[in-house]
């Protein structure tokens, strides 16, 4: 049975569908589309057009589909223009409406598509990855990186409707599948403490029958938030809050060029390290640091470095971050498990000793 989660953002509401299959509900949603001639095309990439060929098929049923490389480098100006002019070369129009069937790099680089191709047209997240189901494809965030940096053009458009179909992970790698977890773990970690609970006593797997209840566990923490602070502009908290360990992880990725880790291993790492910048604050306590460490350990993630980088390097990346404030940027701070808040004027000789702690050099 397909479940229904509302994010509820006034005329911008829409819906998350959950299932193991959602193929049927994804084909009733656009069929509706065709019957009233308006059209739809799908953006994805080759390893879901290889190793997802039959729901591809099935959702797209004959709709023009742009298949790009996998990776990181897709989501590019380059990209963004080839959906663009293939939206226009198939003459799709206002009424028309884009699908990403994908993990997060289809989808920001679709979403933005979307966001900009004759000034705003809907579309629909299919993700496949879990960090993209539990993360990414809600919220509305989409972008593209630019040669100076990751994310630096995007806008906000919130999607028209979301379909998290559990199945398709069936075929995601392994460390892929790590990497979501990331994620999951933190929201745990900053809303919700029974979640947190749960993966510590019994650790995650693609082969879990609490996965699809954890991923509409997420989905929701990620939709109250979003809804409270659609654009991030709260004084503190808000929608900040998702960023627990990435000021840290952000960082970790700039200092090793994109290579070393994937962006949930980064995390892992940032989690690891807002545990203690929480420690070190009097909020958690070194057994707290361990639970995280052991949880993230539980789930194949790194909490370290796992070769030395600079603490030099990785404070200059920080200062680069794009939610920089007044010369250090913000951090998130656990308050306890399941408990976060923004916090900013935290000391860099504080941090500094947490990169150490951390395996920094
Ligand atoms: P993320 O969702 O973590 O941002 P990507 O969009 O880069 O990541 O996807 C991560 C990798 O996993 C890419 O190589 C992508 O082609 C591949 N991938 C995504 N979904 C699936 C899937 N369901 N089965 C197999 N591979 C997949
Ligand atoms: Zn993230």
């Given at each position: 049975m397909a479940e229904m989660l509302m994010v509820q953002l006034a005329e911008r509401s829409y819906p998350i569908h959950f299932s193991a299959e959602l193929r049927q509900e994804i084909r009733a949603e656009l069929e509706a589309f065709g019957r009233s001639g308006r059209k739809v095309a799908v953006v994805t990439d080759s390893n879901i057009a290889a190793q997802q060929a039959q729901t591809l098929e099935e959702i797209a049923a004959g709709a023009p589909t742009l298949v790009f490389p996998p990776g990181e480098s897709t989501k590019s100006l380059e990209s963004l223009g080839r959906v663009l002019d293939f939206l226009a070369e198939r003459h799709l129009d206002r009424s028309s409406a884009l699908v990403a069937v994908g993990g997060g790099v289809i989808g920001d680089l679709a979403g933005f598509a979307a966001a900009s191709y004759l000034r705003g047209i809907g579309y629909y997240q299919v993700p496949t990855t879990l960090l993209a189901m539990v993360?990414?494809?809600?919220?509305g965030k989409t972008g593209i990186n630019l040669k100076a940096g990751k994310n630096l053009a995007g806008a906000f458009h919130q999607p028209r409707g979301v379909f998290i179909a559990t199945k398709l992970l069936a075929t995601l790698p392994a460390r892929e599948f790590a990497a979501g977890m990331a994620e999951v773990i933190k929201y745990g970690l900053l809303g919700d403490a029974e979640l947190f609970d749960q993966l510590e006593h019994s650790p995650l797997t693609?082969?879990?029958?609490e996965l699809p209840a954890v991923i509409r566990r997420c989905c929701a923490i990620k939709a109250r938030i979003v809804e409270a602070d659609e654009r991030e502009?709260?004084?503190?908290?808000?929608?900040?809050?998702?960023n627990l360990g990435h000021t840290f992880g952000h960082a970790i990725e700039q200092a090793t060029g994109y290579?070393?880790?994937?962006h949930g291993e980064a995390v892992a790492i940032g989690l690891a390290s807002a545990a203690r910048l929480s420690q070190l604050l009097g909020y958690l306590t070194a057994a707290d640091v361990a639970r995280v460490d052991a949880v993230l350990t539980a789930h194949a993630l790194p909490t370290r470095l796992t070769s030395a980088l600079p603490v030099a390097e990785l404070m200059a990346a920080m200062t680069r971050d794009k939610k920089m404030r007044s010369g250090m940027p913000r951090f998130v701070i656990l308050t306890r498990f399941g408990e976060s808040v923004t916090r900013d004027g935290i000391l860099p000789t504080l941090v500094e000793a947490i990169w150490r702690q951390v395996g920094a050099l």
């Open positions: 993360d990414s494809s809600v919220g693609l082969a879990s029958s502009l709260a004084k503190e908290g808000g929608r900040a809050l998702l290579r070393r880790f994937l």
